[in-house]
């Protein structure tokens, strides 16, 4: 059974940091794309970010450029998603996502989904 699952989410103050963990079974990495998404309330699921399968490359929306870094384990099946210098707009529940192929930034290619982990940045 594939599955994916978040954690990490919690309250952080402005310009705190957070590290978002998604852990992966039933696939492996060197196999399956991740994507980081978030979506926050009255608002469309946005994509965040994504590490390919293939040679590991990344890639980042705009708004989180510098700030966000993802990264991977293999040998975990962990894709990770460092966050510094949070902004009270990246207050979102925060989605990762496997895709066979590619790294896309469409939710609509994306497989499987975990649950979500909520992230609040907030004074």
């Known amino acids: 059974q594939l599955q994916v699952v978040e954690s990490g989410g919690g309250l952080v103050q402005p310009g705190g940091s957070l590290r978002l963990s998604c852990a992966v079974s039933?696939?492996?990495?060197?196999?399956?794309?991740i994507g980081w998404f978030r979506q926050a309330p009255g608002k469309g699921r946005e994509w965040v970010s994504c590490?390919?399968?293939?040679?590991?490359?990344?890639y980042y929306v705009d708004s989180v450029k510098g700030r966000f870094t993802i990264s991977r384990n293999n040998a975990e099946n962990t894709v990770y998603l460092q966050m510094n210098s949070l902004k009270p707009e990246d207050t979102a529940t925060y989605y990762c996502a496997a895709e066979r192929l590619s790294c896309s930034n469409t939710f609509y290619a994306y497989d499987y989904w975990g649950q979500g982990t909520q992230v609040t940045v907030s004074s």
């Open positions: 039933g696939f492996t990495l060197d196999d399956y794309a």
């Open positions: 590490i390919s399968s293939t040679d590991g490359s990344t």
